[in-house]
């Protein structure tokens, strides 16, 4: 497999839209003895306070839920297309419940405070600048409290994206 190299987050070339929405990432947080990931489609790459940043949101129900709300940073990893069924098993099963490494093979890879996966193409190693709850009292479109029927809102997370790493 061929080595991962850093870039400027400026010159990520794929579009975010589908980047995050289509392909998909894990979000991962812990260290390489004690981790968590989940795959999420809901996020977002920009700059924030002059940084360049990412945001995902995490509902309060997952197991990763702890582990990225007590790190300091996280990571967002992109796969190529042939890894959709690890992706699909990783945000349908918990890590309550089966060891994710070992169920899709994906490999965990100690980096800069926090895990990502060695088979991932793109990587987002993130240091967490702020946090919030997203308060259903604040949407302006009531039709979005519809993808919440248990009411488990999300946390809104935002990383300073401190490494970016490309497969070369």
């Not at 360049?52 to 990763?64: G, I, K, M, N, W």
């Not at 890894?83 to 945000?91: F, I, K, N, T, V």
Request: hydrophobic residues 40%; proline residues 5%.
């Amino acid at each position: 497999m061929s080595q991962m190299h850093k870039i400027p987050p400026e010159a990520i070339l794929d579009n975010v839209l589908k980047l995050i929405g289509k392909d998909w990432m894990l979000v991962t947080a812990g260290t390489i003895e004690k981790w968590n990931t989940m795959t999420a489609s809901w996020g977002t790459l920009g700059v924030l306070w002059n940084k360049p940043v990412a945001f995902c949101f995490v509902r309060p129900t997952r197991h990763t839920f702890g582990f990225i709300d007590s790190a300091e940073r996280f990571s967002l990893s992109f796969f190529e297309e042939r890894y959709r069924d690890a992706l699909m098993l990783c945000g349908t099963k918990s890590g309550r419940d089966i060891d994710k490494s070992r169920a899709t093979g994906l490999l965990p890879v100690p980096g800069d405070g926090t895990v990502y996966f060695e088979q991932a193409r793109l990587v987002l190693e993130c240091r967490k600048l702020y946090t919030t709850d997203i308060d259903p009292k604040r949407f302006t479109d009531p039709a979005i409290d519809e993808n919440y029927p248990n009411k488990d809102y999300h946390r809104m997370f935002v990383g300073e994206v401190v490494n970016c790493l490309l497969r070369a």
